[in-house]
C-alpha cells in the first residue's frame, strides 16, 4: 500500500471555472456550466487532485470563494480585479484575506489595458508579497474588442523583470504568439505556462499536433518545467485534455523527437507546486 502511494504522482488542473463561453463555433457561443458535484466527479474520473477555479468578470470572486470552500483540499480559487483601478491593491488584501483566495487572474485584454502599465504595479507588488501567484490571460479572444495588443509578451517581459518575485502564469500558452512566450520563460525563471484550451477546435487532430509541436520547442528551449497542466473547464474535461496530452507523441518522427514521459508526467502537477507551495507542497503523494 505504501508502495503504491508513493508511486501515485500530484495532478493539478491549473485552469478551470465554474461557467465559460464556449466556442467550437465562434458563430455560436454558448455558455457551460457544471455543478460541484459535476466537477469533483470529472476530476476524479480524470485522477486530479485539485483544480484552480478562476474568478472573471461573470464570476466574481466571491461566488468562487463560496464555491470552493465547500470542497476543501480540492478546489482553489484565485480571484479578479482591474489592476490599473486606484483601490485595486486593497482588494487583492481583501480577496486574500477575507476570502481565502489563493491567486489572481487578469483580463488585460477584456479590459483594455497594457499589463505593463505602471498603474498596475502596485497589485503586483502586493501579490509577491502575499504570495499570490498571478494568472494572464495571455491570449486572443474571438470578441472584437478584446484587442491583441494587450496580449504583447513585451509587456509580461517588464512585469517580470520589475517583479522577480512574482510569480506568473500565462494562460493558453501566449496563443497565437506561442514562441515568444516560450522564450519569456527562458529569460524569467518566475514565469510558468499553461496549455490550457490553445488553438480552437480540440476535436480536431491538428489541435494535438500542434500542441507536440509547441512541447518540443519548450523542450528545446530548456522550460518543460514550466508548462502547467489546465483545461479551460468546463469547455475541455480533464479525461479528455489528459488522454490527447499523454498520446501526443503519435507525431513523433522518431524517439529523439519524442516528449520524455517524465516531462509529461511533471506537467501533470509537479510543476505548479512552486506556485502554491502551502497547499501543493503538503499533498503527501
Known amino acids: 500500500m505504501e508502495a503504491q502511494r508513493r508511486e501515485k504522482r500530484l495532478r493539478v488542473d491549473i485552469h478551470c471555472h465554474l461557467s465559460m463561453l464556449e466556442y467550437t463555433d465562434p458563430r455560436h457561443p454558448r455558455i457551460v456550466m457544471v455543478s460541484r458535484e459535476e466537477f469533483i466527479s470529472d476530476l476524479d474520473a480524470a485522477g486530479f487532485d485539485i483544480a484552480v477555479v478562476l474568478s472573471d468578470q461573470r464570476t466574481p470572486p466571491e461566488a468562487v470563494s463560496n464555491y470552493v470552500s465547500s470542497t476543501p483540499g480540492r478546489l482553489v480559487g484565485f480571484g479578479y480585479v482591474n489592476p490599473t483601478r486606484p483601490d485595486a491593491f486593497e482588494e487583492v488584501k481583501r480577496q486574500r484575506e477575507e476570502l481565502r483566495l489563493h491567486g489572481l487572474k487578469l ?26 501567484p498571478v494568472m494572464f490571460h495571455q491570449a486572443g479572444m474571438p470578441e472584437g474588442y478584446a484587442l491583441l495588443r494587450y496580449t504583447d509578451p513585451e509587456q509580461i517581459d517588464v512585469v517580470a523583470a520589475c517583479f522577480p518575485e512574482l510569480k506568473i502564469i500565462l494562460a493558453h500558452l501566449g496563443y497565437p504568439r506561442v514562441e515568444e512566450t516560450l522564450y519569456l520563460a527562458r529569460k524569467h525563471r518566475n514565469l510558468w505556462m499553461d496549455i490550457s484550451w490553445v488553438y480552437g477546435d480540440i476535436r480536431h487532430p491538428s489541435y494535438q499536433y500542434f500542441l507536440w509541436q509547441d512541447l518540443l520547442k519548450a523542450l528545446n528551449l530548456g522550460v518543460l518545467d514550466h508548462i502547467l497542466f489546465g483545461t479551460d473547464y468546463p469547455g475541455i474535461r480533464q479525461v479528455e485534455y489528459l488522454d490527447m496530452l499523454m498520446s501526443i507523441n503519435r507525431y513523433a518522427a522518431s524517439p529523439e523527437l519524442e516528449i520524455p514521459l517524465k516531462g509529461l508526467e511533471k506537467i501533470l502537477g509537479e510543476n505548479a507546486k512552486p506556485l502554491l507551495p502551502d497547499i501543493l507542497l503538503r499533498e503527501k503523494i
Open 107 to 132: 483580463y488585460p485584454t477584456l479590459d483594455g489595458y497594457r499589463a505593463d502599465d505602471p498603474r498596475a504595479f502596485r497589485v503586483y507588488e502586493v501579490a509577491s508579497d502575499l504570495g499570490m
